[in-house]
C-alpha cells in the first residue's frame, strides 16, 4: 500500500493511528515515542500520563486476534479495550452447550452468538470506557446496572425475533432469568 493510499484512507476515516508502512519507523503519540507495531503499541486514554504523553504498550499495535489477549473472565462475550481501543469479544467456547451444536442447529448457534454480539453493540452505544490500555471495558460507577438492563432487554428482543427451538427456548430462559433476578425496569414474564 503506497504512502498516498495510507493518507487518503485516514482522512476519510477508514484507515488511522499508527501503521507500519514500507518499513518505516511508527511514532506514537505527539511526543513520538518509537515504536514496532509489530511487537509494542501505543496507547492513549482520555487522560494522558502526567507529562501529557501516551504510552507506549507491550501488546503488539497489529496483533490480528485482540480478544485473545484479554481474559474472557469465563463471559460470553464483551467489550474490551486493546491498546486504548474497544472491540467486542464473543467466546462461544463459554456458551452453555444447549446454545451450540450438536444440542443446538448451526443456525440457532449463529442466531443466538448474533444476539449476544447485539448485547455488545449496545454497550458500545453506551457510556462505557477503558480503565486501562488493554482490559477489559468497565461501566462509570453507578450505570452498570442500567446498561446491563438495556443490553438484556434488547438481547429478550433479539430472542423473541429467532425461530423456535429448544436453544432459542434456553437462551430466552437465561435471559428472562437476568431481567428478574435483577428486577430490571420494563421486565415482564
Not at 511508527?26 to 501505543?42: L, R, V
Not at 444440542?103 to 449476544?116: L, V
Amino acid at each position: 500500500m503506497n504512502k498516498q493510499l495510507v493518507l487518503l484512507l485516514c482522512v476519510v476515516g477508514v484507515l488511522c493511528g499508527p501503521v507500519n508502512v514500507m518499513g518505516e519507523t511508527k511514532h506514537c503519540g505527539p511526543n513520538k515515542i518509537p515504536f514496532d507495531p509489530d511487537t509494542e503499541g501505543c496507547c492513549h486514554l482520555p487522560l494522558p500520563l502526567p507529562d501529557g504523553t501516551w504510552k507506549k504498550t507491550p501488546y503488539p499495535q497489529n496483533e490480528p486476534d485482540p480478544c485473545s489477549i484479554v481474559p474472557s473472565g469465563g463471559a460470553y462475550a464483551q467489550v474490551i479495550c486493546y491498546n486504548g481501543n474497544k472491540y467486542i469479544c464473543v467466546y462461544p467456547d463459554n456458551f452453555p452447550s444447549e446454545w451450540k451444536p450438536p444440542k443446538a442447529s448451526q443456525e440457532t448457534y449463529e442466531a443466538i452468538t448474533n444476539c449476544i454480539t447485539q448485547h455488545e453493540e449496545v454497550h458500545m452505544g453506551q457510556d462505557i470506557y477503558c480503565p486501562e490500555c488493554t482490559a477489559a471495558a468497565k461501566h462509570p460507577p453507578g450505570q452498570g446496572y442500567m446498561n446491563e438492563c438495556i443490553a438484556y432487554q434488547d438481547s429478550r428482543d433479539c430472542a423473541f425475533a429467532l425461530p423456535y427451538s429448544e436453544g432459542q427456548d434456553n437462551y430466552l430462559r437465561y435471559i428472562t432469568k437476568y431481567l428478574k433476578d435483577n428486577r430490571c425496569p420494563g421486565w415482564y414474564p
